[in-house]
């Protein structure tokens, strides 16, 4: 682990930004306390809460409402008659494209202070930060688009009297569940998407990481959004499930674990029976052929094991690695990630931040050491680093394991951290096998110089995402969704769109018919 030199840039420490004017209800003695933002006024929370301690600056941010359901009823209210009796449903493709496209311009126009957001709530590089914005502003560009093409399909030659075509249409009141790992980015998979088919949103960020999505919502406003079309609610998990199981919630879509994916698989119809997308848990298994480049292997899945502190979805976590070049492959991969540069997340030189929270750092340390006692072998890190020149904690050095036991927690479970094992296997049949037993299909990766056995191995893999000699890209252009307990439905692409809409067949009688009872 090598140390980023001290940094103060502090912009984000000094207060929040304008961005997040319309949400916060109290800016007095200690950090400002936010609210729900409901068509664009803020609610104030039943109480305080607890101050969020940024994982960026080691001291209280902010402070945000606990779990109010009655903030939820309005919020929904809202959207209903927004998308009753609102513009926005009815709008044109036009209309709607011309909101997201500037939307789009003033994300980028922001996107210094919503990169500081980002650092702060999340404690992610800086670098990282900026990244993430110019995804979430590429992803309302791109869907801006394709409100203007939203198309159904025409059907001719059913009979010789009958023409149908369909039309799709706006699904409703749409509930996105966002999570803390990537809370703009994501944001960018779902909030566009559902603008651009014409429904009304309630947004449900992560309470770890609000500031983001409230900073959004404020842009979109300002970018001309009718405000009764879009509303964000803070809350912990009671706000969150009763969003999902509301009455007047169309459609549902949510990031986030596997666990809380199979609770909102199951609630989501209690009231009435509802659609939802869900991007649940990985554990992507990376197959490394005796024909890769192992240079550009080890830099590839340094990147994809440590990106982001490894708290990535389709982070590079399982390395199956053909049994001739597992040994080097593992002892390089730890070397290079012993030299990746840990510190002060405002540090242009910080390649890595802390993990997001006290608690999320137990439970991934906690499982590194449960490993080590079924044996699992550490071949670098697996410690807790204290960089100096920053209060940013909690760190935890990028940890590269080595087993060949597939039992093992390392192996089976997602860490959701900075850590990678590196399994060996003798034939790519017995890879293919290991790779597929696994209860998750969101992502694999492959790498090999032999285009042959690298498209081979692609259609074997039974997961939804496949990369070749790369990891982790997301483009808004092409759908991201999993199988099994990965979840179902898709993000981004058309495919991401249309989750949002239904579909309406409309069939016309071309030729008057007077006796219907008559063969």
């Known amino acids: 682990m090598t140390t980023a030199e001290p940094h103060e840039d502090h912009r984000a420490h000094r207060g929040l930004t304008p961005l997040l004017d319309r949400a916060v209800v109290s800016s007095g003695e200690g950090p400002p306390v936010l609210g729900s933002l409901i068509g664009g006024v803020a609610v104030a929370p039943e109480g305080e809460g607890t101050a969020r301690i940024s994982p960026a600056t080691g001291r209280p941010a902010f402070r945000a409402g606990g779990d109010s359901t009655s903030v939820v009823d309005a919020a929904v209210a809202r959207a209903r008659a927004a998308f009753d009796t609102g513009t926005w449903g009815r709008a044109c493709g036009r209309d709607r494209a011309r909101v997201l496209a500037r939307t789009a311009l003033l994300i980028e126009e922001h996107a210094a202070e919503l990169a500081d957001l980002l650092v702060l709530e999340t404690g992610k590089p800086i670098r990282e930060a900026r990244g993430e914005v110019a995804a979430a502003a590429n992803a309302f560009e791109y869907f801006g688009g394709l409100a203007r093409d939203l198309n159904g399909r025409t059907v001719r030659d059913i009979g010789d009297s009958v023409f149908a075509f369909t039309v799709r249409e706006p699904a409703g009141v749409a509930a996105l569940i966002v999570p803390w790992n990537f809370p703009l980015g994501i944001l960018g998979q779902k909030l566009p998407p559902a603008l651009a088919a014409g429904c009304s949103v309630v947004v449900k960020p992560s309470p770890l990481t609000p500031l983001t999505s409230l900073a959004t919502v404020s842009l979109l406003l300002e970018a001309g959004l009718e405000p009764g079309a879009v509303s964000v609610v803070l809350g912990e998990g009671q706000a969150g499930a009763a969003l999902v199981a509301h009455r007047d919630v169309d459609v549902v879509s949510f990031t986030g674990s596997t666990a809380t994916g199979r609770h909102i698989a199951a609630h989501a119809g209690s009231q009435r029976l509802k659609r939802v997308a869900l991007e649940a848990g990985g554990k992507t298994p990376v197959l490394v052929t ?30 199956l690695a053909d049994a001739a070049v597992a040994e080097e492959l593992g002892e390089r991969l730890a070397g290079r990630a012993a030299r990746l540069v840990l510190g002060d997340p405002w540090s242009e030189s910080t390649q890595m931040g802390p993990l997001v929270s006290q608690q999320h750092f137990d439970g991934v340390f906690s499982a590194i050491e449960t490993s080590r006692a079924e044996g699992v072998r550490v071949l670098s890190g697996g410690r807790r680093p204290e960089p100096g020149g920053t209060r940013a904690r909690p760190f935890l050095d990028p940890t590269v394991l080595w087993t060949d036991d597939d039992r093992s927690t390392a192996a089976r479970e997602e860490l959701f951290g900075p850590v990678a094992v590196v399994q060996p296997y003798s034939s790519l049949d017995e890879a293919v096998a290991r790779a597929n037993a696994s209860v998750y299909g969101l992502a694999a990766s492959v790498w090999s110089n032999d285009v042959r056995e690298a498209m081979d191995l692609t259609l074997r893999l039974r997961t939804g995402t496949v990369w070749i000699n790369g990891s982790t890209d997301a483009f808004p252009e092409i759908p991201l969704g999993g199988r099994r307990d990965s979840g179902y439905n898709a993000e981004f692409g058309r495919e991401g769109m249309e989750f949002f809409t239904e579909t309406k067949t409309v069939q016309i009688n071309r030729a008057g018919r007077k006796d219907w009872y008559t063969a």
């Open 290 to 319: 005796a024909h890769a480049d192992l240079d550009e292997v080890v830099e590839g899945l340094t990147f994809a094991a440590f990106f982001n502190q490894g708290q990535v979805c389709v982070a590079g976590s399982r390395i």
